[in-house]
């Protein structure tokens, strides 16, 4: 496709359920990251990977957090047992290379009630 | 404190005030800059970066960094309803990305 594509766009999860995140990135982009953004809040960094090595997992806030790229292309961020504090728009970027050019998916806004 | 300080607004301008959007950072090691845009339930898209010092410009659009005092601004000349969206600076570190708050940015015709 032409751009980053994130999949579901919305997400209603009931406290405790677990949920999955996808990203199709831009063919051919190496690297992968993933961001939570919280309302009125800069995007805040995750996880990052390089094909389908995960390299940086620093600002997964806590284990029931788990990313994935397997065949280095789709990337699945998923969420065990989710909390309320979960809820934000969770946002996939990838790049050629390096992070001067790197593009966003629109996000899935995940809601925990 | 935060490594990118930016006032989060919202600035409200009329079409075709010029706008000035600032961001200070922290860390003197920090090299390259950038700005995006988001719209509303959109994700980021990139305006524009910059290297180190000095100015960069792309059509109404002018990116300024000052290493001296670690403070970085993005111009906005003859500013459209269109403009009207939340800007980010961000910076980054190894493989991160680090984001300011975002200044949410209101052009009323």
């Known amino acids: 496709g032409a751009g980053v594509s994130q999949s579901p766009r919305y997400k209603v999860a009931k406290r405790g359920q677990d949920v999955a995140l996808r990203c199709d990135p831009i063919s051919g982009h190496v690297s992968l990251f993933w961001y939570q953004q919280a309302l009125g809040q800069g995007p805040e960094f995750l996880t990052y990977?390089?094909?389908?090595?995960?390299?940086?997992k620093s600002g997964l806030p806590s284990d029931r957090f788990f990313a994935e790229r397997p065949e280095g292309s789709v990337s699945t961020l998923k969420i065990q047992r989710t909390q309320q504090e979960d809820s934000a728009v969770y946002l996939c970027?990838?790049?050629?290379?390096?992070?001067?050019?790197?593009?966003f998916g629109q996000g899935t806004r995940l809601t925990v009630v | 404190q935060k490594e990118v300080e930016q006032d989060p607004g919202p600035l409200s301008v009329p079409e075709g005030a010029i706008v000035s959007l600032n961001c200070t950072y922290s860390n003197s090691a920090f090299q390259y800059f950038m700005w995006y845009r988001q719209y509303s339930r959109k994700g980021p898209e990139l305006l524009m970066y910059t290297y180190s010092s000095g100015n960069k410009e792309d059509g109404r659009f002018t990116a300024q960094v000052d290493k001296s005092s670690k403070y970085i601004s993005l111009f906005i000349r003859d500013s459209q309803p269109s403009d009207s969206a939340t800007y980010l600076c961000a910076t980054y570190n190894t493989d991160k990305l680090i984001f300011g708050t975002g200044t949410r940015l209101q052009v009323f015709p």
């Open positions: 990977f390089q094909n389908e090595a995960q390299l940086d």
């Open positions: 970027a990838s790049s050629l290379e390096g992070l001067t050019e790197a593009f």
